[in-house]
């Protein structure tokens, strides 16, 4: 049999020149601005222009490019070798990559599997929280771009694994480390941060926010740690709407006054970009120092853990003989009723 794991993430610009047309991208995306175009067009085209000299800045500290696709790349390497070792000769496995903002986007990724000719595809976003931003965009955009370059291997998706063992035991054991690193400075608090949405599209029904808390908690649950001193908050705002929170700014600026060391740690990002080496390494560093804050630590992305790559492997490996198209870890609907958009059919 040959296998086809279809990737997903956000993409990030690959030059100084990109950076406008991918946030042009982003905004002109219905699951991130829901007007109807030729409206959005326009927002997306005077948003993107404004936008662009404040993501010049944020490129800048990293070289002028993101380092997204690079890193993706080595995961999809490292999924590869781990589901080959797995299922032996029966199966022959490729990994390719779909970004949702800048190349490689998906009619590139979809010409790419059509040549492979798979008998299956398992569609994996690298978002472990389902979010109608991130994840349910590119499922809708892989499927047109699917559709135009002809293929029809039986494709099954993993819609989302918030609380899946591998990602939670690496998360873990890196954040672990960074809690006996921070012990001499006192008990340290712990803040996971999560990319923030728009408060309006959680309340339209996105279960991000919920699957969010729920990798949170399953964290804390593993690390069994006696009166842990944690919290979930909500960083990269943008825009005037109002999004929801707590924001992870104003938690820092918090535990500066109550002069609490501090551990942050990207529960929704699985891999380095702008909005960890940047954002959470420079930005919100300096800020937690100027405000009284003893010590700033910042836990790892998961990236290529072993524990991230063979749990991705069992997720693949699961998905692969289900008879519904679009399931979960575990196979079972997990959000609760109220989050509608949840698109998992278990
Ligand atoms: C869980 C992951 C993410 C969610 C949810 C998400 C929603 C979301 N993002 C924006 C606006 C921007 N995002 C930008 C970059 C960016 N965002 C994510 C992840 C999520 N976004 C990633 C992985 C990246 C890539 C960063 C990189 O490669 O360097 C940017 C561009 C950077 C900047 O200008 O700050 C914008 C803008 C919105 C509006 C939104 C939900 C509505
Ligand atoms: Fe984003
Ligand atoms: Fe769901």
Redesign the pocket.
Known sequence: MKLAIVLF?????DSVEA?EP??FN??NDK???GAPQPIRWMLARY?SSK??P??AE??DH?GGK????KLTKDQGEALKTSVAKEMGEAVEVETFISMR??YPMSEDCAAKVKEYEPDHIVLLPL?P?F?T??SESSINEWHHAAKKAGISAKTTTVCCYPTNEGFISAVTDNLRSQIEEATYMGKPRILFS?????KK?IEKGDP?QWQ?EQSALAVVEKLNMPNLDWWVTYQ?R??PLEWIGPNTEDEIIRAGQEKRPLIIVPI??V?E???T???LDIEYKELALSQGVPLYLRSPAVATHPFFIDGLRDLVINHISIEKEVLPEGHEKICPHKHTRCICKG
């Open positions: 993430n956000l993409g990030g610009p950076i991918f946030l982003l905004f699951a991130i601005i948003i936008r662009a404040v993501a944020i490129y990293l993101s380092p997204l696709l903002y800048w978002y929280q979010s931003t991130t999560a990319h923030g949405l728009p599209i991000y969010v990269s943008v825009g929704a990002f891999s970009h702008s909005e080496l940047v954002e």
